[in-house]
Structure formats: C-alpha cells, structure tokens
C-alpha cells in the first residue's frame, strides 16, 4: 500500500473524535466513509454534511460519506477505529469477517480495557493477530470540535514499523493537522489512556474552587505518576514528554472541552457520578480507565495517589475534599 495517491479510508465510530478524522481525511484527499450506528445522523452527515449530535453546527468535508452498514468496511485500505474502548473487543469480535486482510488499522480511542487492563493495541493484537504488524494508534492534544474548526493541531502515530509510520503521518498530515510518529507504541497509547484519569482530578480539583497553584500541582504530579505506569508496562519514559504525554496531560487537565474534566468538576460540586454520567450524553473514558490504571498500579506495585484519590471519588463514594486533603497530608518526600 502507498500513502501518495488517494486511498480508500473508513472510520468506525461515530462520535465527535471519529467525525473529526473523517473530516481530516477527506480534507487530505482520501475517499473517507464513516460507519456509525445511528441512521437519523448518517443522513444529516450525507444530506447536511454535519453531525448533529456529537458536534452541532460545524461543517463536515463534503467527501465524507456516511454509512449505517458495515460492508462498508470490506473496502478499506485504512481502517481508523473510533470505537470506545470498552466496546472496541466485542466490536472487532463481530467485524473481524468484514475487516479486509491486508487493511491497514489505526486506533484513535484512548482508554484501558476493564478486566484485563490492556490497551487497545493489545486488545487488537489478541482478536485479529493477523493485523498487529500494520496496526498504528493515534493520540495526542486534539480536541475534535478544535479540529473540525481548522484550528492548529498536531497529534502522534504509534507505529512499531517505522517505514509504515511514516506513511502513515502523511496520510492523517494536512494545512492544519500536523502529525508525527514514534516507534513507541506503549507509550503513545498509554499517555492517551492514563490522562484521562488525571483530567478527572484536574477537574475534581476546579469544581472545589481551587486555582491555579492546585492545576500546575495536579498535571505535575500526574505526568509522574502516568510515566511510573507506562514504563511499567514498557514505555518509554521520554515518550511522555512529548504529545501523548505531556501535551494530551495539559489540554485535558485544562481545556474546557474535556470531557474527562467535566466529570471531575461536577464531582467536585457535588453531584453523584451516575447523573453526570446520565446527562454526559458522551462517553468519558477516564472514568472507566481509573479502575484498570489502579489495577496497573497494584500490579506493578507502583505509587499511584492520584489515581487511587480518583478511584475512591468514583466508585467507593469517598468526598472530593477528603480526597484531596489525604493526598496533601501524605508523608513528605523528595521530589
């Protein structure tokens, strides 16, 4: 497969991160389908050119077409999963017959998988071992409706085959969508994932009225936290200093379109995790990938305050200001 003429791209999931890079590729040129479940959004995609539930009133590329039907995967030299990550295995599972053997796979979902805590590179690998050598992830600082409004992003590829990840970064690359490669799978999709539990934090953090000594503190903290995880799992730790880490870390703990961040606001003023969840109308990973990164943390034995202050905000009920007050009073250390 060459990446300098037009290939044939189908992007799975049709939420607001899988609308944007549809939007990216077709803006690059490529013949882009995306599939999704929902009939009444496909229609306004292909008659209206937008997608009115996940991302109302911004434009979609007119060469992105819409599909409900997942044949529509037996055509594609690209497969980008968008798929959420707790429903990625029983979707590939279902779809494996219709994934074309020589396609080309990148997943952009950013998340651990509950149970087995693998991310979704692994979780590929195991359901179609066929495909692991041409599977690539993406992640990075990209907030979809900033995408989708042509603002300047730049995103890295995790791609084990360096010659492929370079191609690869040309095909997602376009005036506004600046995309890079690492050879460091691990840890490009493992910054992705562990983020989002600190974004919660952040947010926690925000809706109890704390400023801007407690963010700076927060993002600190759990860029070293997330490092200790990844590297456990066989990251690099300069990985993290660069866009999956680092950057994806300060854009979802302080930008006010994170999802992740949102929840962890409104946990912070007091509201149960359950309705926030209810009128979210979105999925936030964080709060499913909490558990497994606690999980990551006992495994490998690691220190993970953080993540364990957000787990107990989460499912064990525990206050937010507790929750913060504990991890002040910790025993001191250096740094």
């Known amino acids: 497969m060459t990446m300098t003429t037009s290939l044939r791209a189908v992007v799975a999931g049709g939420g607001s991160w899988g609308t944007a890079l549809s939007h990216v590729l077709a803006t690059a040129g490529h013949e882009t389908t995306l599939v999704l479940r929902d009939e009444q959004v496909a229609r306004a995609v292909n008659e209206r050119h937008e997608n009115p539930r996940y991302l109302p009133g911004r434009s979609l590329h007119r ?16 497969l980008v999963l968008a798929v959420p ?40 690998a195991e ?8 599977c690539a992830v993406l992640s990075g600082p990209s907030f979809a409706a900033d995408v989708m409004d042509g603002q300047p992003t ?7 085959d360096e010659e492929l990840g370079s191609r690869l970064r040309a095909l997602f690359s376009t005036p506004f969508f600046r995309c890079y490669s690492s050879t460091d799978v691990t840890g490009v999709e493992m910054g992705g ?12 953090c925000t809706g109890l009225g704390f400023r ?24 690099k730790p300069l990985t993290f200093m660069g866009l999956s880490g680092l950057g994806d870390l300060v854009l979802t703990c302080m930008g006010g379109l994170s999802r992740n961040r949102q929840v962890g606001e409104r946990l ?11 009128s979210l109308g979105m999925v936030a990973e964080g709060v499913k990938t909490a558990g497994a990164a606690r999980m990551l ?7 993970a305050p953080v993540t364990e202050a957000v787990c107990r905000i989460l499912h064990e009920g525990a206050s937010p200001a507790t929750a913060v007050r504990e991890l002040m009073e910790r025993p001191l250390k250096e740094e």
């Open 127 to 134: 359901e179609l071992p066929h495909l692991a050598a041409r």
């Open 212 to 235: 801007a000594n407690a963010s700076a503190a927060l993002v600190t903290r759990g860029l070293a936290e997330l490092s200790r995880i990844g590297v456990a799992m066989g990251a």
């Open 63 to 78: 060469g992105v077409t819409a599909t409900t039907d997942p044949h529509a995967l037996q055509r594609c030299d690209v």
């Open 297 to 303: 943390a006992s495994r490998f034995q690691l220190s």
């Open 85 to 124: 990550c707790q429903h990625q295995r029983s979707w590939l599972q279902s779809m494996k017959t219709l994934i074309p053997a020589n396609a080309v796979v990148v997943n952009a979902s950013k998340g651990l998988e509950n149970g087995t805590c693998l991310p979704m590179s692994r979780v590929l």
């Open 268 to 278: 912070g003023r007091g509201e149960k995790l359950e309705d926030i969840v209810a």
């Open 193 to 204: 994932a562990l983020k989002n539990v600190m974004a919660i934090a952040a947010g926690v």
């Open 154 to 160: 730049a995103v890295v590829l995790g791609c084990e």
